[in-house]
């Protein structure tokens, strides 16, 4: 069991007991399903992004309209994976695609948070001088990442290693959350966080 900075108990999910992708290695039709196919951190995050995919699309609080929504995501969603092919850095682009489809089936389908898997979310911040709630969303299938998402910003910060919380950094974005606190660097300056109740 790991008790994670945000106060939940998650089961460990072993990268080896989801090291294949959800589609046949044998005949991926893309760079990105190549790239999916030798990584264990992407295949683990396929796994998830499929899970929360059948949670939401068998759920009971599902509609006929809702599905065929879904589904219609779900196809642009893998159009636009596929087209990491374009990006100076393949593997990254992959990671934040998948981050991103998990976090958004989160946010969006109920169903998909309806059982206990590698993520988790998504929590609310409220952080001092930004003028607006912060999402978050934790992902512990593959490399462990958090996917921050305020007003039209949407960040994905791989962990970090740190001597205390959970420290989450790219680039200059940085989110350390201790217990029920966190600090939302951006561009050299600190906000401070506090997870409100509802996320």
Known sequence: MLRTATGLTLLLWPLAALSQPTFDCARAESSAEE????SDALSAMDVEVARLYDLALHG???????????RAYQ?????????C?????????????????IDDMRRSYADARS???????????????IDAGISASFIQAGDPVVVLRWLDNARVLPQAISGSGARYEADDTQFWIKGPDATLTLAGTDHVCHQDDIG
């Open 85 to 101: 092919w374009k990006a100076s850095d393949l593997q990254t682009c992959i990671r934040d695609s998948y981050a991103l489809r």
């Open 35 to 38: 790239a999916v196919c030798a």
């Open 75 to 83: 196809r642009g969603w893998i159009k636009g994976r596929d087209d």
């Open 115 to 129: 059982e206990p898997g590698p993520s988790t979310g998504p929590f609310a911040y409220s952080c001092d001088g």
């Open 60 to 70: 009971p609080d599902m509609t006929m309209e809702r599905a065929n929504e879904l």
